[in-house]
């Protein structure tokens, strides 16, 4: 194989690539707080808010991902009445699809960082004369992302690994173009090179979450 037909399977697979990266980049930078924002949601005091909340994460998390995505790509413009306004770029379906899926996966993670945080910390924050929002701000949160953050990182790379799901939508990514090739070619290499920039990706947030993770040791 010579390297200029390496480099003409690699480059068009690099663009694919892009739209990889970008969806995986929004719907982290937009799910996690969502997600925290359900735990809160779930947990308050206010009935309806929580009996909502638990079912909307009993619902994306009971569903596949997939169906999910076909329904905000092709059957939100399907819903009657609103429907004609809820024709979206299919990019931009598919990424509110991830986000609103994930955010529930990470509501379910922080759900289980408070629960393991122990009821004595918020007894010894009473004694220290810490107030409701400093207790939560400078005791519990900083405890709970340090526990969450081995999961955070392990959704975080299956993250990466549901954006080929792209494909089924007909969004142009890294597998698409990689299965271009496979039928124009009859090759298999560009799976495999398809598979080294997963892995590349995936490597490059192990090493940014162990960073994370070394950085809030407290011993």
């Known amino acids: 194989m010579s390297y200029e037909y390496f480099m003409s399977m690699l480059i068009p697979m690099l663009e694919g690539a892009k739209a990889t990266v970008l969806l995986f980049v929004i719907a982290i930078v937009l799910s996690i707080p969502l997600g925290f924002i359900l735990t809160l949601a779930v947990r308050s005091s206010i009935k309806p808010i929580s009996y ?67 009821k004595g910390q918020y007894e010894a924050s009473q004694v220290l004369g810490l107030s409701k929002w400093q207790t939560t701000v400078r005791v519990i949160l900083p405890q709970m992302f340090r526990v969450t953050l081995p999961p955070i990182a392990n959704e975080s790379v299956s993250l990466v690994k549901d954006t080929a799901l792209l494909y089924a939508v007909a969004v142009p990514e890294l597998l698409h173009y990689a299965q271009t090739v496979v039928n124009r070619d009859f090759t298999i290499i560009p799976f495999f090179i398809a598979a080294g920039i997963y892995l590349l990706i995936a490597f490059g947030l192990t090493l940014v979450f162990k960073y994370l993770e070394r950085k809030l040791q407290y011993d």
């Open 52 to 118: 909502l909340a638990q079912t909307y994460i009993y619902v994306m998390r009971g569903t596949p991902l997939l169906l999910q995505l076909l329904f905000f790509v092709f059957g939100l413009p399907l819903l009657p009445v609103i429907g004609e306004f809820l024709v979206l770029d299919r990019f931009v379906a598919a990424t509110l699809a991830f986000i609103l899926n994930y955010a529930a996966y990470f509501a379910e993670i922080f759900r289980g960082g408070l629960i393991s945080i122990d």
